[in-house]
């Protein structure tokens, strides 16, 4: 058999076209899932954090730093085959999911943590002299600015993060990498997995390129 | 609750085999790191060349491998490439699924280092008669280096923990260790153990990186 037969075999991809169609919607409806969450929890937190209650920023602290050191791979495994002993099985998506959200969550804390502190406590100040209160303060004053000093790194971490929907394979979560396997395990040829790469690389390389031009429109002009 | 999650009878029983697994975790990391910084390095100094036939594939290169996921990258080289005929092994995709990718990676980052340093500290190496290289290594480097160290160092813990996805090609790393010692006992303990273990070994540096990553961002206001 030729390379082209092998790795681009016509018949092959159109059967199995529709199952990497549909991983492609799965792996498209989860990462859309873990930004919005991810994001949205971690900005939660790092308000939360600004309050300043002393025990309640260890446990911040703590719980970000736990999903920074953790492998993503080692906690969706964790959910899934672990937390059925606790009474729960959620499903492979759920578990991925979950897993994701919460490893962006903590990743967007430490940024929008970072971004908060980085403006001056004068402005504060001079916000809350005004007759602002604090929340108004916050949502007026110092977030517009904490969040344009965030959105580089944000973007990024935020695309590395959605490339691990991929992770969701392992526990036979039907993405498109999920879907590509069980297709070439199937057929035995390895087209459906040169369709599922382009399938990625379709959906990312834009994202990255988005990423790349984020990067020089907010960089910080010295 | 506790003996379904912390059974001490079955961590005492997987203990060495997770340690086991850890060995292989941090002999994968230590082989990874080097290699690249290796590729990155490269791909960094290839992109200070101006002509526009280097630029070009060069990014092409970096933002492929940004954006292919590095499990797809791992799967394609192990259960793609020997319909090829080309079976490189766990190990050997391993090794060159790692390589492209955090090659890739650290060759952004070390570009943006070289990038930051002034153009003026080249030339005036170069006007007190240092030749090419002995400014890149004596002048260009050291400040590039240090001026994304932060982001150096978090791409370093990312290769660590990108080393879990070896598992999922049978190389015998503590999450995969992990795995089989909980697929053996019906119990999640050693899951749990595991994911103690990578904290335990990892929390030290992500701290380290909070503060660095703290200073970075409230530096650039």
Not at chain 1, 166 to 187: C, D, F, P, R
Not at chain 2, 63 to 92: C, K, Q, S
Not at chain 2, 131 to 148: D, E, F, G, K, Y
Not at chain 2, 150 to 162: A, R
Request: aromatic share 10%; net charge positive.
């Amino acid at each position: 058999m030729s390379f082209l037969d092998t790795f681009f075999n016509a018949a092959v991809m159109a059967r199995y076209a529709p199952d990497i169609l549909r991983g492609l919607l799965v792996t498209i409806r989860l990462a859309a899932l873990v930004v919005v969450t991810g994001l949205g929890t971690g900005l939660a937190l790092a308000l939360l954090r600004s309050l300043g209650i002393r025990p309640l920023n260890w446990a911040i602290v703590f719980v970000v730093d736990a999903f920074r050191a953790l492998p993503p791979l080692i906690i969706i495994v964790l959910i899934y085959f672990g937390l059925p002993g606790a009474g729960w099985a959620p499903s492979p998506f759920v578990s991925t999911w979950v897993s994701l959200a919460l490893v962006l969550m903590a990743f967007a804390e430490e940024i929008f943590w970072a971004g908060l502190t980085a403006i001056p406590a004068g402005q504060w100040e001079a916000a809350r002299s005004t007759g602002l209160g604090f929340g108004q303060t916050l949502a007026h004053v110092v977030l517009p600015q904490a969040l344009r000093l965030t959105i580089p790194p944000l973007t990024n971490r935020t695309i590395a993060i959605t490339k691990g929907t991929a992770l969701g394979s392992v526990v036979a979560l039907s993405e498109i990498l999920g879907a590509a396997s069980s297709a070439v395990s199937n057929s035995y040829n390895p087209s459906p997995l040169t369709l599922g790469t382009a399938a990625y690389l379709v959906l990312f390389i834009p994202v990255v390129a988005f990423g790349r031009w984020v990067e020089t429109r907010f960089a910080w002009k010295r | 609750m506790i003996e379904t999650f912390l059974n001490l009878d079955i961590l005492r029983a997987a203990w060495p085999v997770l340690l086991h697994g850890l060995g292989i975790t941090l002999l994968l990391s230590a082989m990874t790191i080097p290699l690249g910084l290796g590729a990155g390095l490269g791909l960094a100094l290839l992109s200070t060349v101006r002509t526009r036939w280097v630029r070009w594939p060069l990014i092409a290169y970096v933002d492929l491998f940004r954006a292919f996921p590095p499990l797809v990258l791992l799967i394609l080289l192990y259960a793609g490439l020997p319909f090829a005929g080309i079976e490189m092994g766990g190990f050997g995709c391993v090794a060159v699924g790692f390589f492209l990718n955090t090659g890739a990676y650290y060759g952004e980052v070390l570009r943006a280092g070289i990038e930051s340093v002034p153009a003026g500290h080249s030339e005036a190496a170069r006007a007190t008669g240092l030749s090419r290289l002995q400014t890149l290594i004596w002048v260009v480097l050291p400040q590039a280096i240090r001026n994304v160290a932060p982001d150096l160092l978090s791409n370093t813990l990312e290769v660590v923990k990108l080393t879990s996805l070896a598992s999922v090609v049978a190389i015998p790393e503590l999450l995969f260790q992990s795995r089989q010692a909980q697929a053996l006992t019906y119990n999640p303990t050693p899951l749990v153990a595991a994911s103690v273990i990578y904290f335990v070994v990892l929390w030290p540096l992500v701290r380290l990186l909070s503060r660095l990553e703290h200073r970075a961002i409230a530096g650039r206001r």
